[in-house]
Every structure is written in structure tokens, then in C-alpha cells.
């Protein structure tokens, strides 16, 4: 079991798509500073709120939901493809090559996801000066009553807890899409759809939640990517991810003979 971990997570972080899984970063950043880079000139913001701002100018999530996916997550597809699942399957018992293969994909989807933001970070703290600081407010509750919002289940956070919090939250956005990229490719051969899984989820929650009259509460799918408002929001998506991706195992999780198949 070991063996085949460390093989999977060594498979998972040392490839050539993370070459093109920085270049869609570096797009994404580029495209956020110039986006911001208009409004430096006339107020002085602190090095955090830029990096924040660059991600969310940049459509960081949109990238970042194809970045999760890229390094590894549609080996399973790959290998099923291929017919290489044979050979590996004589020599470990398939639920230990499954939960190898997922965490070596969460762990490469946390790695895409943050690395990448975490540079951006540094460059930010170098090129920038550390205040003024804008942080949002941060809130926890159940939206029973849309129309109130307890002043005691909401507080301004402390710079340091909130970039803890931010990274924090990137790490889980990243580890969440890649599973939900990896579901995919429990239930299909093809690459393409393991791709576009975590993308069109990212897309249907960033562009249908915010116009839906019952559904709102939610924010977006930018929620789960960057704490900012309510955080019961960036939970209950974490949670519909997890469902998901249970729903996938429990599609794929008869027997031996239905991976060969």
C-alpha cells in the first residue's frame, strides 16, 4: 500500500501538465492586474487586498477549477483507457488503488490551486506596501430570514487570521474540484469530461446561484474559492461536493471486474 502510494503521488506531482498549470495561472494573474491595475494610481491598497482583488479580477476560479483537474486527475481515465488497470490491479487490492489514486489527486489538486496564488502572494507583499488593508466581513449562520442577518454571527477579521483563512480556503477549493474531476472519471474513459466536470460545476454555480431567487443565499461558487461574506455559503457547497463525489463511488463501487470493464 505504501509502494503504490508514494508511486501515485509522485505520478501526480511530477509531470509536464503542471508547466501548462502555471501558464494558466500567469494568464489569470495578468489578466487581474490589468484589470485592477487602473485604480492603483488613484487609492493605496495594502498587499493582501491587491492579491485578493488580482484573484478575483483575474477569474481565478474558473482557472483554478481546471488547474485542480490537470496534473492528474484523469489517470484513472488513462489507465482504464489504456487497459494498464489489469497489470496494477494483479499486484493491490483495487479500494487501496483508489484511495491512493484520490489522495494523490486531492493532494495535487490543493498543490495546483494554492502554489500558484501563494507565489502571487509573495510577489504582491514585495511589489506592494503592507496597508491600508480592506478586508470583508465575515459572517457564519443559517438564512432562515433573508431580509435578517445577526449582527453577532458576523466580524471583521484580523489581517493574519484571514490570510490563514484564505489559503485555507484555497487548498479546499482545489482538493474538492479535483475530486470532483476524479468522480468523473470513475464513470467515464474520456479525458474531455473529466476536464470539463469541475469547470461547468464552477460556471453553474458562479453565473446561475447569484439570479436565483431561492437559491442566492448561496452567493456563488467564488464563495468556496475566497471567504468573504457568509461562510455557511462556502460550507454547504463543500458539502453538495462531497455528495457528488460519494455519489460517484457509490456508482463505480461493485466489484473488481467493473474497473477492467
Same mark, same amino acid.
Not at 111 to 130: E, G, K, N, T
Not at 147 to 174: D, M, R, T
Not at 244 to 258: D, I, M, P, S, V
Given at each position: 500500500?505504501?509502494?503504490?502510494?508514494?508511486?501515485?503521488?509522485?505520478?501526480?506531482?511530477?509531470?509536464?501538465?503542471?508547466?501548462?498549470?502555471?501558464?494558466?495561472?500567469?494568464?489569470?494573474?495578468?489578466?487581474?492586474?490589468a484589470q485592477l491595475a487602473p485604480s492603483l494610481g488613484d487609492s493605496s491598497l495594502g498587499a493582501l487586498t491587491i492579491w485578493q482583488l488580482i484573484?478575483?479580477?483575474?477569474?481565478?476560479?474558473?482557472?483554478?477549477?481546471?488547474?485542480?483537474?490537470?496534473?492528474?486527475?484523469?489517470?484513472? =481515465?488513462?489507465?482504464?483507457?489504456?487497459?494498464?488497470? !489489469?497489470? /496494477? $490491479? *494483479?499486484? &493491490?487490492?483495487?479500494?487501496?488503488? @483508489?484511495? %491512493?489514486?484520490?489522495?494523490?489527486?486531492?493532494?495535487?489538486?490543493?498543490?495546483?490551486?494554492?502554489?500558484?496564488?501563494?507565489?502571487?502572494?509573495?510577489?504582491?507583499?514585495?511589489?506592494?506596501?503592507?496597508?491600508?488593508?480592506?478586508?470583508?466581513?465575515?459572517?457564519?449562520?443559517?438564512?432562515?430570514?433573508?431580509?435578517?442577518?445577526?449582527?453577532?454571527?458576523?466580524?471583521?477579521?484580523?489581517?493574519g487570521s484571514y490570510l490563514l483563512l484564505s489559503l485555507v480556503f484555497l487548498g479546499l477549493?482545489?482538493?474538492?474540484?479535483?475530486?470532483?474531476?476524479?468522480?468523473?472519471?470513475?464513470? =467515464?474513459?474520456?479525458?474531455?469530461?473529466?476536464?470539463? !466536470?469541475? /469547470? $461547468? *460545476?464552477? &460556471?453553474?454555480?458562479?453565473?446561475? @446561484?447569484? %439570479?436565483?431567487?431561492?437559491?442566492?443565499?448561496?452567493?456563488?461558487?467564488?464563495?468556496?474559492?475566497?471567504?468573504?461574506?457568509?461562510?455557511?455559503?462556502?460550507?454547504?457547497?463543500?458539502?453538495?461536493?462531497?455528495?457528488?463525489?460519494?455519489?460517484?463511488?457509490?456508482?463505480?463501487?461493485?466489484?473488481?471486474?467493473?474497473?477492467?470493464?
Amino acid at each position: 500500500m505504501k509502494r503504490l502510494l508514494a508511486s501515485q503521488i509522485t505520478r501526480a506531482l511530477l509531470n509536464k501538465r503542471w508547466v501548462l498549470v502555471f501558464l494558466l495561472a500567469a494568464l489569470s494573474f495578468t489578466y487581474g492586474h490589468a484589470q485592477l491595475a487602473p485604480s492603483l494610481g488613484d487609492s493605496s491598497l495594502g498587499a493582501l487586498t491587491i492579491w485578493q482583488l488580482i484573484l478575483l479580477r483575474g477569474y481565478y476560479g474558473f482557472f483554478a477549477a481546471l488547474m485542480a483537474a490537470l496534473p492528474f486527475a484523469d489517470s484513472f =481515465s488513462r489507465e482504464k483507457r489504456e487497459g494498464l488497470l !489489469t497489470s /496494477i $490491479l *494483479l499486484r &493491490a487490492d483495487y479500494r487501496s488503488y @483508489l484511495f %491512493a489514486k484520490f489522495l494523490a489527486i486531492a493532494l495535487s489538486g490543493i498543490a495546483a490551486v494554492l502554489l500558484p496564488a501563494f507565489l502571487l502572494l509573495v510577489v504582491c507583499l514585495i511589489a506592494y506596501p503592507s496597508g491600508p488593508i480592506r478586508l470583508p466581513d465575515l459572517c457564519f449562520f443559517l438564512p432562515l430570514n433573508r431580509n435578517l442577518i445577526p449582527a453577532a454571527a458576523c466580524s471583521n477579521p484580523v489581517p493574519g487570521s484571514y490570510l490563514l483563512l484564505s489559503l485555507v480556503f484555497l487548498g479546499l477549493f482545489g482538493s474538492t474540484y479535483a475530486a470532483l474531476a476524479m468522480a468523473a472519471s470513475l464513470v =467515464s474513459k474520456h479525458s474531455i469530461p473529466v476536464f470539463a !466536470t469541475p /469547470i $461547468l *460545476l464552477y &460556471a453553474f454555480g458562479y453565473y446561475i @446561484l447569484p %439570479a436565483s431567487i431561492r437559491l442566492n443565499w448561496l452567493i456563488s461558487t467564488e464563495a468556496a474559492l475566497i471567504p468573504a461574506g457568509n461562510l455557511f455559503a462556502a460550507l454547504v457547497q463543500y458539502l453538495v461536493a462531497v455528495l457528488l463525489t460519494g455519489f460517484a463511488w457509490l456508482a463505480f463501487r461493485k466489484k473488481e471486474r467493473q474497473v477492467l470493464s
